[in-house]
């Protein structure tokens, strides 16, 4: 009994001390609530928990060190979801929902451009702001929108930079064939290529556009046979992604570069076609092997040690994990530098903000696009992701032509 | 001329699982009634089996198909006899409302045990094929068709020429006088959900070799079995498999329309559908009731 006692005077004697000297430093503040729809059951579930993963992070870290900032007051955040179950008009809903019953100070956005262009209307109208990551659709950024922010490159660089590693290669090749789902952003990336490519010395042999979702592409691949073409390329996402690289070993597409807009980046496409996914370029928003010098935050390899640390089962994180949380550290530091909470001199604070972190310069243009920061290029070799261009980043050389499906 | 000759080998070949998906969709239609919203996440039940005995024993995915079946034959028949059964005589909406809360349990019990990753199976041969000149057969969608034709024989066998097959049809012509003369209906309805259901399992396995699976990858396929069967016609298995063979062609020359014709391949499809309904209403090889 005695000893029950005195440990309890101890802990007593502990929580004064540790109250005594907390009072010295900042304060703790009201909560920060962020909201954010994220499609956790229905076709975008993969990436949707990816980009939760990506919010998850970051909200441990800050709550960690106490919340954000605010003139010597810290506000703890929560992060409040919903699952939109994939459907965009669904996600605008849950978005008027968050501010109206669980009052958020602040957005993330959901996953994929079409719930973005949804959500954004309601940021909007409501005066919020909402930082997003995962949505690239220049459609977005182009209604004067004042109050949505994206920390990614627009979708017309997706595939930029594979026609710019391929423009250095040799024998370089000159054919390109397009394939692109008929989603929005899938489009921004095709059509992006096909003024750009041109340019490059490369001549559009095919552009061909199919139903989003797909799972059936095998008329698509033998369109692209025919066109006999140096380069395919699919805009598209993970599923169709999957089902292009099958269908062109099936029917023996033999072509010196696949690149995928989306889909190669994540471990799922590597475990789904296994040696078969070798040798496919992605164009990525970012990859564990880049180097910039971060102002705050996480390193490059602290941010893998700690995704990995938090999440052992699914390897390093993809660019999707990495952009979420760079939408979280934008909106902390716009918070900072506003010196408040009030959402329209939130607003200005991003609009001005300019800061490196691990994931890239985050800067926005008048219409609230990062067009600062560059893409990468990625090359899956012996069933590793490496980043092969620009020469400045990358870890390896592109393994170039790709032997044929006979060869391999 | 070899490109059209192709694409006729692709969209047959990719017919099969629209027979596969078809057939088991189609008798649980014809026979109780019920347009089966759960179908699409049966077939991706199936299809995460095969994928579990292919990745964690390394059974051939095409001799997983047995156990497919055999599973969701299981499943099928415990869920008409514990659910769906006392629902059977109540008006279509009934029906639609409760397959399509089992297809929502059904979906999130499988994101809860194999969470939303995209899951394939790639054995060694898949992407070979027979190559005559520039045409091309791959093994892979010619076993799953040639599996898709069995799967339909042995349907329209166990249908025709079995005591409970027969005891199926006459329930399907006259559910009262099937009762009159003794038949179990509480047993005989059940084992055809099982069958429907078993078909299904056996379309999942096929799909798990042709595309990456997620737990909500089945729903587009409860749509083209419904396609499918409308295009065949109800009542035979036979006609299924017209229907499905039929529905990969227009899809394959659907998709091959330059520029954006791939876009409207579903279109298409469900044009074509919509015509076969105003011309031939019992199906292309359907029989009228």
């Not at chain 1, 109208?125 to 990551?133: D, L, Y």
């Not at chain 1, 369109?223 to 292009?244: F, M, R």
């Not at chain 2, 066998?157 to 005891?167: K, M, V, Y």
Request: hydrophobic share 50%; aromatic share 10%; with cysteine.
């Amino acid at each position: 009994m005695a000893v029950r006692k005195l440990a309890l005077l101890a802990v007593a004697a502990v929580a004064a001390f540790a109250c005594g000297t907390t009072s010295a430093g900042p304060t703790t503040g009201s909560t920060i609530t962020l909201g954010a729809p994220l499609g956790l059951t229905g076709s975008l579930t993969k990436e949707s928990q990816l980009t939760q993963q990506g919010y998850d992070l970051w909200s441990d870290w800050i709550n960690a060190r106490g919340g954000i900032l605010v003139n010597n007051v810290k506000h703890p955040v929560v992060i409040k979801y919903y699952d939109d179950t994939s459907n965009a008009n669904q996600s605008a809903v849950l978005m008027q929902k968050l501010i109206t019953e669980d009052k958020a100070n602040f957005l993330l956005g959901p996953y994929g451009s079409a719930a973005t262009a949804t959500d954004a209307v309601v940021a909007e109208t409501n005066q919020i702001p909402m930082v997003e990551a995962n949505g690239a659709a220049q459609s977005i950024f182009n209604q004067g929108y004042k109050y949505t922010f994206g920390v990614l490159s627009p979708a017309n660089k997706y595939l930029q930079g594979v026609i710019d590693m391929a423009a250095t290669l040799n024998p370089k090749p000159t054919t390109v064939a397009m394939l692109s789902a008929d989603d929005n952003f899938s489009l921004e990336v095709a059509n992006a290529i096909n003024t750009y490519a041109p340019t490059k010395g490369f001549n559009v042999v095919l552009f061909k556009k199919y139903k989003n979702g797909a799972t059936n592409l095998t008329a698509e691949v033998q369109a692209a046979k025919a066109a006999n073409a140096d380069i395919v390329l699919n805009s598209g996402h993970l599923q169709e992604a999957i089902a292009i690289n099958k269908a062109a070993k099936e029917q023996k597409l033999n072509a010196k570069i696949f690149a995928y807009s989306v889909g190669p980046s994540t471990p799922d496409f590597i475990t789904a076609l296994g040696a078969d996914a070798n040798y496919v370029y992605d164009g990525s928003q970012w990859t564990p092997q880049v180097k910039y010098t971060p102002a705050f935050y996480l390193t490059e390899s602290q941010y893998v040690a700690a995704y990995k640390a938090k999440y052992p089962t699914f390897g390093d994180p993809d660019y999707h994990v990495a952009e979420s949380t760079a939408a979280c550290l934008a909106l902390q530091r716009a918070i900072e530098n506003a010196g408040s909470l009030d959402a329209a001199k939130v607003r200005d604070a991003l609009a001005a903000l300019d800061v490196t972190v691990f994931f890239g310069q985050i800067k926005f243009d008048s219409r609230g696009i990062n067009i600062y920061k560059p893409m990468v290029v990625e090359q899956i070799q012996n069933g590793v992701h490496h980043t092969v261009f620009p020469d400045s980043v990358a870890d390896a050389k592109p393994m170039y032509p790709t032997p044929s499906w006979d060869q391999r | 001329m070899a490109n059209f000759v192709q694409l006729v080998i692709l969209g047959l070949l990719a017919g099969g699982v629209y027979v596969a998906v078809g057939v088991g969709f189609g008798l649980v239609w014809g026979v109780l009634n019920i347009v089966n919203l759960a179908h699409g996440a049966l077939v991706i039940i199936g299809g995460y089996i095969t994928w579990q005995l292919f990745t964690a024993l390394h059974v051939d995915p095409f001799l997983t198909l047995p156990v497919d079946a055999v599973a969701l034959f299981v499943l099928g028949y415990g869920l008409q006899r514990g659910v769906i059964n006392r629902i059977i005589r109540a008006p279509l909406l009934f029906t639609f409302l409760l397959t399509f809360g089992l297809n929502l349990v059904l979906v999130n019990l499988l994101l809860l045990i194999f969470g939303s990753d995209f899951r394939s199976v790639t054995p060694d041969y898949a992407g070979r094929g027979l190559e005559f000149g520039s045409i091309v057969i791959p093994y892979v969608p010619l076993i799953s068709l040639g599996a898709a034709i069995l799967l339909s024989a042995g349907l329209a066998f166990l249908l025709n020429r079995t005591r409970i097959g027969l005891a199926i049809n006459a329930i399907a012509a006259d559910r009262d006088a099937a009762q009159l003369v003794g038949i179990d209906l509480r047993h005989a309805y059940a084992v055809t959900y099982g069958l429907g259901a078993a078909c299904a399992g056996v379309a999942g396995g096929l799909i798990a070799l042709i595309q990456a699976i997620t737990p909500s990858a089945g729903e587009p396929y409860t749509l083209q079995a419904f396609v499918v069967v409308i295009l065949g016609g109800l009542g035979r298995v036979s006609a299924t498999v017209v229907g499905g063979l039929a529905f990969g062609l227009v899809e394959a020359f659907g998709q091959s329309i330059p520029g954006s014709g791939s876009v409207f391949a579903n279109a298409i499809a469900f044009g074509l559908m919509v015509l076969v309904l105003v011309t031939r209403p019992q199906g292309l090889m359907g029989r009228l009731r």
